[in-house]
């Protein structure tokens, strides 16, 4: 076998075990970014604050009129009960009745106001609750595919380790050290494919008699460029 075809055939295993384990660093990223459900959550609690606060409002709203109609109540009942006979005092009371019911549509007219305020409070909560269950079921779904996918690459990169440990105990490789300092220096790739005289790693034009030799199973071709090791495609 070539040289260069040998070196290739490593080269082979090493960038499939390299791109399966940069897609489960990716997965890995992914499964650890949960930035949007926090931010959806972080406007539910938002929401959820608001909405206590306007329930509060509508609660003390609701009591000061409950209280304001008690007083309108017991108004009423002196003023017709018969035991006030002074016509004085008769006419207050009455005054006292039209103060007090003018008053009472005043504080009807801000119980509905926040009534509504509260209405529209529940609405935006109740939307920001369902996009979190909405987010959430999407990243558990996401997820899971996700894990499955990891689990599948992690075994093919097992099975491709394997694959290249049979294969570099069956095989003599006097350049592995060459090959091996290259992927360092190279960004991973020591071996590219040279195709009609040029470089496919770098696109460099590779001259007659680089190439000849890159095309010679006894020797090794380097690309004049990039330096890597030439393989004939």
Known sequence: MGRSKTLYQIQQYNTQIDDSSSRI????AILIDNDLLIKAQKIRTDAE???LGKKKVLTSAETIVGDH???IDQNQ????SGLVT???ELEDLQLESESLNKYLSVLEERQLEAM??????QKEFDAASVEVTSIQTNMDAEHANLLSEKEGLEISISDINAQKES???STEIPD?????ALRKSSGGIAVTLMISNSCSSCGANIPSAIAQEARSPTKLAFCPTCKRILHPG
Not at 77 to 80: D, E, F, G, V
């Open 77 to 80: 009942k002196k003023l017709y």
């Open 167 to 169: 294969y570099l105990s």
């Open 116 to 121: 509504l305020d509260m209405e529209e409070a």
């Open 49 to 51: 604050a608001v909405l």
């Open 69 to 71: 109609s008690l007083k």
């Open 176 to 180: 592995f050290s060459t090959y091996e």
């Open 86 to 88: 002074n016509p004085k």
């Open 25 to 28: 660093l990716e997965i890995n």
